[in-house]
């Protein structure tokens, strides 16, 4: 039998509200020890996922973006949504600010293989299990990690 997300997922997940301050939500990462938490609105829905690595974002500099002339016009080489995205990243002062967002979501019936290729092609390390709407666990790389230790 192939292990599903239910089969390895923590069924109790520490989750993050969108209004909350950067420092109270770094603060619970460290404390629990998880590498991200699922942001949840007022309704239980999930908005994002807030990762270290959104966290390590803000201590990056902006990279200008780079252009080249073509018929005396300056063209971008980068969009300019994503220098928006990225300052506001690195400017952020709530989890909403930072987190990322749509949260790639898989369910209860995902095989561990689709879970570890979303991990590994989208570098995502912390995804939300969905059921119906509902938040029912996270699947993180070490939930994964474990699948490889023979029982």
């Known amino acids: 039998m192939i292990p599903k997300a239910k089969d390895i997922m923590t069924t109790d997940p520490i ?18 020890g998880v590498n991200g938490a699922p942001v949840l609105n007022k309704q239980g829905e999930v908005l994002g996922v807030l990762c270290q690595s959104d966290l390590i974002a803000q201590q990056k500099t902006l990279a200008l973006p780079s252009f080249f002339t073509l018929l005396d016009g300056l063209i971008p080489l980068s969009s300019e949504h994503e220098m928006e995205r990225e300052m506001k990243k690195i400017a952020a002062t709530t989890v909403e600010d930072a987190m990322s967002q749509p949260a790639v979501t898989v369910g209860p019936e995902t095989p561990i293989e689709e879970i570890a290729n979303i991990m590994v092609d989208r570098k995502l390390y912390t995804l939300p299990v969905v059921q119906n709407g509902e938040l029912v666990g996270v699947v993180g790389k070490e939930d994964l990690l474990r699948t490889l230790i023979p029982e």
């Open 15 to 32: 989750t993050l509200a969108p209004d909350m301050e950067i420092s109270a939500a770094v603060r619970i990462l460290l404390e629990r």
